[in-house]
């Protein structure tokens, strides 16, 4: 029996048509919320734990757990199209899908896919938060940020950009000033700044191999320029923020600190 007359046998048994779907205008709203950055929304659903909830979701798996990530995979996808569509960087957006979609190897319980969908979720709707309190309506502009974020591990200078941009230097200096309120180089070293700031957190990488990775000119130049933003060494910032976790629930601080 192949696929199609599966489907024609699965549609016409009686217990088919008990089967109703949530109205999908309530999944599209929670999607927007998160697009929209709306936090305070995407956080009363998830303290709802309406991810669990498998009335009216449909079953795509019959066991519980591959349900669950089948449902996580749509709902990342349709979440990551949403946040490009208004605006999110092209590379962050999927890079971030390709994450947490990659996270479902390693979750195998019911607690541990509501955990992972909440982190997913409330991570999207804070960028998009950001995003949309700083948005900027000028291709050229929003263009220039995705190239940097593409770009971050390399050394960038604006006539990269203009070159890549198609338009002179001195055109896009001003243009991005004008939008931003920030020089592109202000803006390239506080980008840096923030992806040196996570493997300070997160990796293993010494000081020196963080500043090769983000293209510093030296180990010293980059704890300069860490110092001016940050108002401490990298080190300092390890010793406080190392594998430190933020307690969605109380907005308190939690982990080790090494």
Same mark, same amino acid.
């Given at each position: 029996m ?15 048509d008990e089967m ?5 205008t ?5 999607y927007?919320a998160?697009?929209d ?7 009363r659903n998830c ?5 669990l909830?498998s009335e009216?979701?449909g079953?795509l798996s019959?066991?519980p757990?591959?349900?669950l990530?089948?449902h996580?995979?749509?709902t990342?996808?349709?979440?990551t199209?949403l ?6 960087e092209l590379?962050q957006?999927?890079?971030?899908s390709?994450f947490?979609i990659q996270k479902l190897?390693?979750?195998h319980?019911?607690?541990g896919?509501?955990?992972? &969908?909440d982190?997913m ?5 804070e960028? *998009?938060?950001k995003?949309?309190r700083? @948005?900027? !309506?000028s291709?050229?502009?929003n263009?220039?940020?995705?190239y940097i974020y593409?770009?971050i ?11 890549e941009l198609g ?5 896009l200096?001003?243009l991005?000033?004008k ?10 070293r ?18 020196i ?9 030296s180990?010293? &130049?980059f704890?300069q ?6 108002g *401490? ?5 390890? @010793?406080? !923020?190392?594998?430190v ?7 308190e601080k939690s982990?080790?600190?090494?």
């Amino acid at each position: 029996m192949g696929y199609q007359d599966e489907w024609l046998l699965f549609e016409a048994e009686d217990d088919v048509d008990e089967m109703e779907h949530r109205p999908p205008t309530e999944e599209f709203l929670f999607y927007q919320a998160v697009s929209d950055g709306n936090v305070e929304a995407v956080q009363r659903n998830c303290e709802q734990e309406r991810f669990l909830d498998s009335e009216g979701v449909g079953v795509l798996s019959r066991n519980p757990i591959t349900n669950l990530k089948y449902h996580f995979v749509i709902t990342t996808a349709m979440i990551t199209r949403l946040c490009r569509q208004k605006g999110m960087e092209l590379e962050q957006a999927f890079r971030m899908s390709d994450f947490y979609i990659q996270k479902l190897d390693d979750v195998h319980t019911v607690q541990g896919m509501r955990s992972l &969908h909440d982190g997913m979720v409330l991570d999207y709707a804070e960028k *998009m938060r950001k995003l949309c309190r700083s @948005d900027t !309506n000028s291709k050229h502009i929003n263009a220039c940020k995705e190239y940097i974020y593409s770009h971050i591990k390399e050394r960038i200078t604006i006539e990269d950009l203009a070159d890549e941009l198609g338009v002179s230097a001195s055109y896009l200096s001003r243009l991005f000033k004008k939008e931003t309120g920030d020089s592109v180089s202000a803006y390239i070293r506080r980008q840096k700044m923030e992806k040196a700031k996570n493997l300070l957190r997160y990796s293993d990488y010494s000081i020196i191999e963080i500043a090769n990775r983000l293209s510093f000119s030296s180990q010293s &130049h980059f704890i300069q320029q860490f110092r001016e933003l940050e108002g *401490m060494t990298p080190k300092k910032y390890r @010793d406080i !923020n190392y594998m430190v976790q933020w307690d969605i629930e109380t907005g308190e601080k939690s982990g080790t600190v090494e």
